[in-house]
């Protein structure tokens, strides 16, 4: 008989700042998907950028985690699981690539480079796709240092999000985006993309700001042989600015409400939010068999 693959999610914080209400209800989200599903979860601790990641951070997310019962079955502290300790499996993608001639370096300054508007060609408007080897020497020889962009081409992805239905997106319309910054630091597409096939990741549920960027995370995912998981987006918590929450909103960060609620008040309360129950107190292990992507809200909400 026919064995389906375990199913694995995940939790795939930047360790930049402690969760918020916004950055809860994904993990919520996701909790609720994987073990809805008898799946496992995996915490991978995003900590790519040295200049935006601490350790006070992680702490803080594992913390609020653990005490609001979103708990995952390998991960943090693992660090096989921190991306800023996977540089050496990246480098191997990073050469796969590069010999496969789907590189090449960009010496524009980020000025340059953006923005791209209005709807940028398939180089987001640089030159440095076509640059030959005398001028790339110019350009270093002037103090300019590259980073590397991955060449697209014009090629259509098509894919059904769990909770957005269908999508499909050109490539080219994107353009070439980088997967190595200049300054040597891995960028998030290449190691989201290689981390979730290399940990086996078949379901991704994360906040809708990302769906831009899963037509380039199927396609790299297919380059590198993998097979891409099942994503499933969620809907932003917005202020009443309209604006994604973010590390300005103090008082709806995880450390505050835990202060001041119970687990079971903050779980119940975001998922009366996302319209998986009715906002009175529950802990999330009681959300989990009624749990239907069905009921999430598909609107952004706003608080
Ligand atoms: N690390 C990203 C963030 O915290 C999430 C990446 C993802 O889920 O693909 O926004």
Redesign the pocket.
């Known amino acids: 008989m026919y064995k389906q693959p375990i199913q694995t999610g995940?939790f795939?914080?930047?360790p930049s700042g402690q969760l918020h209400i916004g950055?809860l209800s994904?993990s919520l989200l996701a909790w609720l998907d994987a073990r809805s599903v008898g799946g496992r979860l995996i915490f991978r601790m995003?900590d790519l950028d040295p200049d935006r990641s601490s350790k006070e951070s992680e702490q803080s997310i594992a913390l609020a985690l653990k005490a609001l019962g979103l708990d995952w079955d390998a991960g943090y502290p693992d660090s096989e699981y921190s991306q800023s300790q996977r540089s050496s499996k990246y480098d191997e993608v990073f050469d796969l690539l590069l010999h496969r001639d789907m590189l090449y370096p960009c010496y524009c300054s980020r000025s340059e480079r953006l923005p791209p508007p209005p709807p940028p060609p398939s180089d987001s408007g640089c030159k440095c796709r076509h640059l030959n080897f005398s001028e790339r020497r110019e350009l270093e020889a002037a103090g300019r240092k590259a980073a590397w962009k991955i060449k697209v081409p014009d090629k259509t992805i098509s894919f059904c999000d769990g909770h957005y239905g269908k999508f499909s997106e050109n490539l080219a319309d994107g353009g070439d985006f980088i997967i190595k910054r200049s300054d040597g630091v891995y960028a998030?597409q290449l190691a989201?993309s290689f981390d979730?096939m290399d940990m086996g990741v078949t379901r991704?549920v994360?906040?809708r700001d990302?769906l831009s960027?899963t037509a380039r995370?199927i396609w790299l995912i297919s380059e590198l042989g993998g097979d891409a998981p099942k994503y499933y987006h969620a809907p932003l918590i917005v202020g009443a600015d309209g604006r994604k929450l973010s590390k300005r909103y103090g008082e709806l960060g995880a450390e505050a409400l835990l202060k001041t609620h119970a687990p079971d008040e903050i779980i119940g309360y975001i998922a009366g939010l996302l319209g998986i129950s009715d906002g009175s107190p529950h802990s999330a292990a009681e959300l989990v068999s009624e749990f239907d992507w069905g009921n999430v809200s598909k609107a952004d909400i706003l608080i």
């Open positions: 995940r795939a914080p930047s950055n994904s995003e998030y989201v979730d991704v994360r906040g990302l960027s995370q």
